[in-house]
Structures are given as structure tokens and as C-alpha cells.
């Protein structure tokens, strides 16, 4: 079985700041894991994968997330926070087999100026 | 290239009634996948259809159905309306069956919302 515990419902930090949204996950077999962003009234937009290999990923819009394997965490960073960036994120693992998503509760990502 | 389009975007319908959705998946994907979004529940998965046939099912009374046609178009049911039922419908289609296959990635539509009233 799969879960994953996002840290924070909410985030909001300046614009120019770093960014960190915090992801646990839980998986029975080696993971596969995903950062999806969401904008208002739109579906969501996959943000970066990991799947094996490099434990750095990098994504779009300056967004990257290591997987720490020992820490079961998955946490999504950007160093310079810009206004466009504000909308809700989400966590994401893959299941053993097929193509479903088990999602995080999500964490909204507001920029102030 | 033409991304995942549903329809209707919103609808609005009463208790009792039922509702169908429609999923266009990306040209070539085979795969195409349902997914609910409330904001109590966040999103939770519905079933995912390739080649017509459904693998996976989430845990939703049998009110939910859905279908998948040969061209890969999809369709989801749920009769019997509630409230509970008001949510955004997602879908989303791949090229591969698996997520642990490659690069094979879901690409969301942008929705359909529901309102139950």
C-alpha cells in the first residue's frame, strides 16, 4: 500500500525567497514519485518524476525535489519564490502496477510581494 | 498536439439525477484514469480504463461507473445523485499501462465540476 503525508497545508512566503513544501511518503515497493501543481479552476500540471537513478530531480519553472530514501521524503524546492508560483501543490506515488496515483493532501503556496 | 479535454467543464444537477462525463485522452494515449477533488477529501481515485478494459478501481460505491471506447475515449456515470457528489471529476491519460514504465507520465484534463444540489 501507498500514502503520502504533505507537511503544511499552507505555505506562504515572500517573493524572492526560497521555497520548500515537505512530502512523506509510504510505499510497499520502491517508489515512484511525482510533484504535480494545480492553478485555480485548472487540472494539474506535472511539475517533475522520480523514478531511479539520480536522487536530484530537476523540473520545470526552476522547481527540483530530492528523494531521500531514508527519510522516506520527497520534499519540493525553489530558491527564488515568484508570484506566479502561488497555487496548490501536490505529492504524488505511484502504485506496484498500472497507472494510479495515490495524492497528498496538497499544500497552497502563496507568494507575497 | 491536442491536450486531455473534458466535457462540460461545469454542470449543475439535483439529487436523484445522474451525470455523465466525457474524457478525450491525448491522441495515441491508451490509458485513461478518473479522479474526484474535494476539498474534504482532496483527490482520491476513481478507475483506470486501457484498452478498454478497467484495471483499477478506488474504493467508490457502485454509483460511480465509467467506460472506455475503442478510440480510447472515456466516459464516467454516477446515478443516483447526492450532495456529496459535488466535486471536480479529473481525468487523466498515458501512452504506457504503467507509471513505472519509462517515462510514461498522467496528463490531466482541466476537469469537469460538478454541483449537486
Known amino acids: 500500500a501507498q500514502s503520502v503525508t504533505q507537511l503544511g497545508s499552507h505555505v506562504s512566503v515572500s517573493e524572492g525567497a526560497l521555497v520548500l513544501l515537505r512530502c512523506n511518503y509510504s510505499s510497499s515497493v520502491p517508489p515512484y514519485l511525482f510533484w504535480y501543481v494545480q492553478y485555480p479552476n485548472q487540472g494539474l500540471q506535472l511539475l517533475l518524476k522520480y523514478t531511479t537513478g539520480a536522487t536530484l530531480v530537476k523540473g520545470i519553472n526552476g522547481f527540483e525535489a530530492e528523494f531521500k530514501k531514508s527519510e522516506t521524503s520527497f520534499h519540493l524546492t525553489k530558491p527564488s519564490a515568484h508570484m506566479s508560483d502561488a497555487a496548490e501543490y501536490f505529492c504524488a506515488v505511484s502504485g506496484n502496477a498500472g497507472n494510479m496515483l495515490t495524492f497528498g493532501g496538497g499544500t497552497r503556496l502563496m507568494v507575497k510581494p | 498536439k491536442a491536450g486531455v479535454t473534458q466535457t462540460p467543464r461545469y454542470l449543475i444537477k439535483t439529487r436523484g439525477q445522474q451525470v455523465t462525463l466525457s474524457c478525450s485522452p491525448i491522441?495515441?494515449?491508451?490509458?485513461v484514469s478518473w479522479y474526484q477533488q474535494t476539498p474534504g477529501q482532496g483527490l482520491q481515485f476513481l478507475f483506470e480504463?486501457?484498452?478498454?478494459?478497467?484495471?483499477n478501481k478506488g474504493n467508490f460505491p457502485g454509483r460511480f461507473s465509467g467506460r472506455q471506447f475503442s478510440n480510447s475515449r472515456s466516459e464516467m456515470n454516477v446515478s443516483t445523485l447526492e450532495l456529496g457528489d459535488s466535486a471536480l471529476y479529473l481525468c487523466?491519460?498515458?501512452?504506457?499501462?504503467?507509471?513505472?514504465?519509462?517515462?510514461?507520465?498522467?496528463?490531466f484534463g482541466a476537469g469537469s465540476r460538478l454541483t449537486v444540489l
Open positions: 480504463y486501457f484498452s478498454e478494459t478497467q484495471r
Open positions: 491522441s495515441g494515449h491508451r490509458s
Open positions: 487523466a491519460s498515458s501512452l504506457e499501462g504503467s507509471l513505472r514504465s519509462g517515462a510514461n507520465v498522467l496528463t
